[in-house]
C-alpha cells in the first residue's frame, strides 16, 4: 500500500480501537438493547465461564447455579464439548481476566481476518473497502461487551470458506463450528454443494464423538439442548430475527390464527429457493451469503452481536468483486451498501428517548410506532442483501 492508503488504513484501525475502548468502559451501552437491559458485561461468557466450573465439579454443563463460579450469566445452552473443554480452561484465570484475555484474542482474530482478507484482494482500494466491515461495524462492539461466542464461530467458517476458495486446509476449521455454536450447520448445503462430503462426514463424527459420551452420561441435559431447535415464535426486545419480526406483528398486532404453520411454510419454500440458487449456479461467496442470510431469515432467536457473521460476509464481496467506493453508489451495487448500513450501525434503540424519559425501556412495551421501526431495521437489511445475492448469482457464477 502507497503512503496516504496506509494512513487511511490505520485511522480506520484507530477508530476501532477506540470504539473498542469505549464500549469496554460502558460508555456506549444506550446504543444498545443488551449492553442496556440485559444482566451485564460479560454475561454471555460467564456461561462457558459456569459451564466449565460445573465441569470441574462434576456437574453438568447445562446446570443452572448462576452466581456459584460468576457474579452473574445466562444458562449454557451450547454442544456440550465447548463447556467442558474451553469453559474448563477458563477456569484457570478469575472471571473478568478471563474475559480481558478472551477480548484480546479476539482482537488478535480480527487481525488475522483482515490479513486473509488482504491476501484476496486485487486492489488496495477493494481492501481498504473490505477493512470497514472488520473494524468498524458495532454488533462486533456488542459482542465482545457481553462476552459472546458469535464472532469465534464467524471467524470459524471464514476461515473454511477461504479454505474452499483457495482449495487448503483451512476449509478443515468447518470441523470445529458447530462445536461452537450448532448455527453453523446452517452452512452444510454449500459445502455440499462444492463437493465436500468428507468435510460433512467429519464434521458429523466430531459432533457425535464429543456428545454422545457426554449425554449418555447426563440423559437429562438432551432435552435442554434440544430447546434450541424448537418451533416457538420466540419475540421480545433483545431480538432482531425476521421471525421474531412476525411474531410480534401476527400474534401481538394481528392476532392471526396458525402463525407458526405459515411461517413454517415460508421457511421450507425460502430453504427450497436457497438450496434451487447455490445448486443451479456455482459461486462461493454468493452462496455463502444466501445461507447466512437465511440463517437470519429462520431462526427463533436473533439477538444484536449474532450480525457479526456477516463480516466476512461483507468483507468478501468486496474484495472477491473488487469493488471501490464509487462502485456502491452506482444502481447495480447500491442495494449492498444500504444492507451494509442498515445490519453495521446500530438499530433506532437510543431515539426511544425520544418516546420515554430518563430510563431506556424494552422497545416493545412503546407505541408500535417504535417498535416496529426498532425490530425491522437490521433484517430489512438482510431481505435487501438476500434477494440482491440471488439476482447477482445468475450473473456471476463459473462454470465446474
Given at each position: 500500500m502507497i503512503k496516504k492508503e496506509k494512513l487511511i488504513f490505520l485511522l480506520i484501525a484507530l477508530v476501532h480501537l477506540t470504539l473498542v475502548l469505549l464500549m469496554l468502559a460502558g460508555k456506549l451501552n444506550t446504543f444498545f438493547n443488551d449492553a442496556?437491559?440485559?444482566?451485564?458485561?460479560?454475561?454471555?461468557?460467564?456461561?462457558v465461564y459456569q459451564a466449565g466450573y460445573n465441569t470441574k465439579e462434576g456437574n453438568s454443563v447445562y446446570l443452572d447455579n448462576e452466581g456459584e463460579a460468576t457474579p452473574y450469566s445466562y444458562p449454557f445452552r451450547y454442544f456440550p464439548f465447548i463447556g467442558y473443554s474451553l469453559g474448563l480452561v477458563l477456569n484457570i484465570f478469575a472471571p473478568?481476566?478471563?474475559?480481558?484475555i478472551w477480548i484480546l484474542i479476539y482482537e488478535i482474530l480480527l487481525g488475522l481476518n483482515i490479513y486473509l482478507t488482504f491476501k484476496q484482494t486485487?486492489?488496495?482500494?477493494?481492501?481498504?473497502?473490505?477493512?470497514?466491515?472488520?473494524?468498524?461495524?458495532?454488533?462486533?462492539?456488542l459482542e465482545i461487551f457481553m462476552g459472546q461466542w458469535s464472532f469465534l464461530l464467524t471467524c470459524l467458517l471464514f476461515y473454511s470458506v477461504y479454505g474452499l476458495l483457495n482449495q487448503n486446509r483451512a476449509i478443515y476449521t468447518y470441523i470445529l463450528a458447530p462445536l461452537v455454536k450448532p448455527n453453523a450447520l446452517i452452512l452444510s448445503p454449500l459445502f455440499l454443494r462444492f463437493k465436500k462430503l468428507k468435510l460433512l462426514l467429519f464434521t458429523a463424527g466430531a459432533i457425535l464423538l464429543t456428545s454422545i459420551p457426554y449425554f449418555s452420561v447426563f440423559r437429562d441435559d438432551?432435552?435442554?439442548?434440544?430447546?434450541?431447535?424448537?418451533d416457538v415464535l420466540s419475540y421480545h426486545g433483545g431480538n432482531l430475527g425476521l421471525k421474531s419480526l412476525y411474531g410480534l406483528i401476527t400474534v401481538e398486532y394481528l392476532s392471526i390464527p396458525l402463525p407458526r404453520l405459515w411461517f413454517l411454510g415460508f421457511v421450507i419454500a425460502l430453504g427450497i429457493l436457497t438450496l434451487y440458487l447455490t445448486f443451479k449456479y456455482k459461486n462461493i461467496i454468493l452462496s455463502y451469503t444466501l445461507w447466512t442470510c437465511y440463517f437470519f431469515l429462520i431462526y427463533k432467536d436473533v439477538w444484536e452481536h449474532h450480525y457479526v457473521l456477516m463480516m466476512p460476509v461483507f468483507a468478501l464481496i468486496s474484495v472477491k468483486m473488487n469493488l471501490t467506493a464509487k462502485h456502491l453508489l452506482s444502481k447495480k451495487y447500491l442495494p449492498l451498501l444500504i444492507s451494509?448500513?442498515?445490519?453495521?450501525?446500530?438499530?433506532?434503540?437510543?431515539?426511544q428517548y425520544l418516546f420515554v424519559d430518563n430510563a431506556l425501556v424494552e422497545p416493545d412495551t412503546l407505541s408500535p410506532l417504535f417498535a416496529i421501526p426498532y425490530h425491522i431495521t437490521k433484517i430489512t437489511g438482510i431481505i435487501v442483501l438476500y434477494i440482491w445475492s440471488g439476482i447477482q448469482i445468475r450473473t456471476l457464477s463459473y462454470k465446474d
Open positions: 442496556s437491559l440485559r444482566k451485564g458485561q460479560a454475561a454471555d461468557f460467564f456461561a473478568f481476566v478471563a474475559y480481558y486485487r486492489s488496495t482500494s477493494s481492501f481498504l473497502l473490505s477493512c470497514i466491515p472488520w473494524l468498524l461495524f458495532t454488533p462486533y462492539l438432551i432435552p435442554l439442548f434440544m430447546q434450541n431447535f424448537s451494509f448500513l442498515l445490519i453495521a450501525l446500530p438499530t433506532p434503540f437510543i431515539l
